[in-house]
């Protein structure tokens, strides 16, 4: 049973306009939450990240934003570059321990 | 500034062999983690350890083996290389919530 989803596996979408990234959980123990951004033959490389005691996050281009009664994060990137085009994985812990990730949204920004 | 390092990058396997992929970090986490990456399957967690002489099981533990002797070195060791072990590993480890990812280890069993 997946306790952390993202239910698209692809986006695309123009140089300048936003990207809306979607993540699903289903654990109520999460209280803490990470996005990741992966290039191919790269490991993951660490994005930013949301306490459950907030409800927004923001650093530079891009935004976190944590709904807990509905379970859903979203990663906004404003604007989006061409550079910004990789796989962009969702995760979740409880206290310090294991990270739990999502399938991955690989998103596609086209010039 | 090494962070996390993995080796070998690649690797190919014949069924039925062992082999370890080696994790190295240089600053001084305790917790350390290994992960395969799968298509359509995103990062699922085999092992991990909370400091060393401790290791427990992730989600797809099953045909490999792990050990922590230092704080630094974290290696996964696969005895009986299997098909279904074709996959990109990824060694972490983590300061705090925050995970610093290797560059990976792709491995092929043929």
């Known amino acids: 049973d997946q306790q952390v989803k993202q239910n698209s596996p692809s986006l695309s979408v123009q140089e300048g306009r936003i990207s809306i990234l979607n993540c699903d959980y289903t654990?109520?123990?999460?209280?803490?939450f990470l996005w990741y951004k992966k290039y191919p033959a790269e490991g993951p490389t660490f994005l930013i990240s949301?306490?459950?005691?907030?409800d927004k996050n923001e650093d530079g281009r891009f935004t976190v934003f944590l709904n807990k009664s509905a379970k859903h994060l979203s990663l906004h990137i404003v604007p989006s570059q061409p550079g910004d085009s990789a796989v962009y994985f969702c995760?979740?812990?409880?206290?310090?321990?294991?990270?739990?990730f999502g399938k991955g949204t690989m998103l596609l920004v086209s010039p | 500034n090494a962070g996390v390092t993995q080796t070998p990058k690649f690797q190919v396997l014949k069924t039925g062999q062992s082999m370890t992929l080696q994790c190295a970090q240089d600053?001084?986490?305790?917790?350390m983690s290994w992960y395969r990456q799968d298509p359509g399957m995103g990062l699922r967690l085999i092992h991990y350890?909370?400091?060393?002489?401790?290791?427990d099981q992730g989600e797809v533990p099953n045909g490999y083996n792990v050990s922590r002797s230092t704080t630094e070195d974290f290696p996964l060791r696969l005895l009986s290389a299997a098909p279904s072990q074709t996959s990109v590993y990824f060694c972490?480890?983590?300061?705090?919530?925050?995970?610093?990812f290797g560059q990976g280890t792709r491995l092929t069993v043929v």
């Open positions: 995760a979740a812990s409880s206290g310090y321990s294991t990270l739990t």
């Open positions: 654990n109520s123990m999460f209280d803490y």
């Open positions: 949301i306490s459950s005691i907030k």
């Open positions: 600053m001084n986490h305790e917790y």
């Open positions: 350890s909370v400091g060393a002489g401790i290791t």
């Open positions: 972490a480890s983590m300061r705090g919530t925050e995970a610093f």
